[in-house]
């Protein structure tokens, strides 16, 4: 039996459970394609993440960006965590879920002119400058609301890491991020900016790595860096690492906390500098599926293909970068015999496959489906292409469900034209 490795997705007499429910059952009471959420996972998640870490000064900030929806943030400002905002949108819905600005910290490569000074306006934190001109425009908008505002800036390390072109952002050239060099004279300029107040230096190398090389590469790179920082008079409180810890969509093996944590514990062994995380992906990613209906099935020419009503829409990682997610039956047939199959969507475009060459027990129309690790990436990237509305968004907790996101209706899609 096909069977994703996961403990909060199992299947009970050879039906597939979110925890204690079966998700049929919220695809019959809600309709497809709907999202859901295991609760238990993300907590877990969290869980191992703070153990491994425990005894290395660090503070963790929930990236919103991978999944923002109202009640997730509220559940982990429960847990206590901070927060990583990338735009005035975010740090919105952060607000609403009963977060303290003082929580928040505010990225971004591009932030419009709403963005710093609602950012500034609120009391965020800390605010993460990726150019020169951003630093001045930081410092400006301070001065006319007479502040200083602690900010870091995110340093371009120059290295390639191991993961897909379209999701690395610490090689140079890339948009993400300010040249060492430049970024060193912006420290050493520091009281030319007499609004704000440099605390912190900020690193990001992208996204689902699995390898602690690339990480250690570089904080042994900040090591000697931050010496040339503080010889100029900035003194260095935090180092954020960003995100970007490998997970697995196959039952595998995920990023190795545990060599990390080590290898930060001999670098920086005392307390004075605290090292930020900003995990996403990592928290939510396993925690969520797609569940679809089958639409139809044909055959065209060699190939055997399962339309299902979830879509690129919904989905976007497989046709962006041509990434895997794990689609099971959510009724499996032990007896029968597997068969090929490709799974696409109905929105019109060629790239709308969400699998190719997958096993599957045989598929018949009004079957449900079940595309796995969709919690991260997944709503947050959707479209209203082709006019499609988003679909329900369903957090599951032991053996109940609530809705945390309504299907948009036709009619809130055509509202203002």
């Known amino acids: 039996m096909n069977q994703f490795s996961n403990d909060f997705y199992t299947y009970h007499n050879n039906e597939l459970y979110c925890e204690e429910v079966r998700l049929s059952d919220i695809a019959e009471k809600y309709g497809t394609p709907v999202y859901v959420y295991s609760k238990k996972s993300m907590l877990k998640r969290l869980k191992t993440f703070r153990e491994a870490f425990r005894e290395l000064e660090h503070r963790i900030f929930y990236a919103v960006k991978s999944n923002s929806n109202i009640s997730i943030i509220r559940l982990f400002h429960a847990e206590g965590l901070g927060f990583d905002v990338n735009s005035y949108g975010e740090m919105t819905r952060a607000l609403k879920a009963g ?8 990225s971004g490569v591009a932030k419009s002119d709403t963005d710093i ?3 500034l306006k609120a009391g965020v934190a800390i605010l993460k400058a990726e150019s020169k001109e951003e630093v001045e425009l930081i410092n400006h908008y301070a001065g006319e ?3 200083v505002q602690e900010i870091a800036l995110r340093v371009n390390p120059d290295i390639i890491v191991p993961t897909h072109p379209h999701i690395s952002t610490a090689a140079s050239g890339n948009k993400f991020g300010i040249d060492a060099e430049e970024a060193l004279q912006i420290y050493n300029s520091a009281g030319l900016y007499q609004n704000l107040k440099f605390t912190g230096i900020d690193v990001h190398l992208g996204s689902h790595i699995f390898d602690t090389v690339p990480y250690v ?7 000697d860096y931050i010496e040339s920082i503080e010889r100029g008079g900035v003194f260095i409180k935090h180092i954020d690492l960003g995100g970007g810890y490998g997970v697995s969509y196959t039952g595998g093996d995920d990023f190795p906390f ?7 514990k001999n670098l920086f062994p005392g307390k004075e500098r605290t090292i930020y995380f900003e995990p996403g992906r990592y928290l939510t990613a396993n925690a969520g599926v797609l569940v679809s209906k089958v639409l139809f099935t044909k055959r065209n020419g060699p190939k055997d293909i399962v339309l299902i009503d979830g879509s690129m829409s919904e989905l976007m990682r497989p046709a962006l970068y041509g990434a895997y997610h794990e689609i099971y039956n959510n009724v499996v047939s032990p007896g029968e015999e597997m068969m090929v199959y490709d799974i696409a969507g109905p929105v019109c475009e060629s790239s709308d496959y969400l699998a190719k060459e997958r096993k599957l027990y045989p598929v018949k129309r009004g079957d449900y489906l079940s595309v796995m690790s969709t919690g991260s990436y997944g709503y947050v990237m959707a479209s209203n292409y082709n006019t499609r509305p988003r679909p329900y968004e369903i957090l599951v907790d032991g053996n109940q469900y609530k809705v945390i996101k309504e299907r948009e209706t036709y009619e809130s899609l055509m509202s203002g034209e």
């Open 99 to 106: 977060v303290l600005p003082r929580d928040m910290i505010m």
């Open 258 to 264: 545990g060599e990390l944590s080590s290898e930060l």
């Open 217 to 223: 590469t570089v904080v042994r790179k900040l090591r």
């Open 145 to 147: 609301l007479r502040m």
């Open 117 to 119: 000074k609602e950012a």
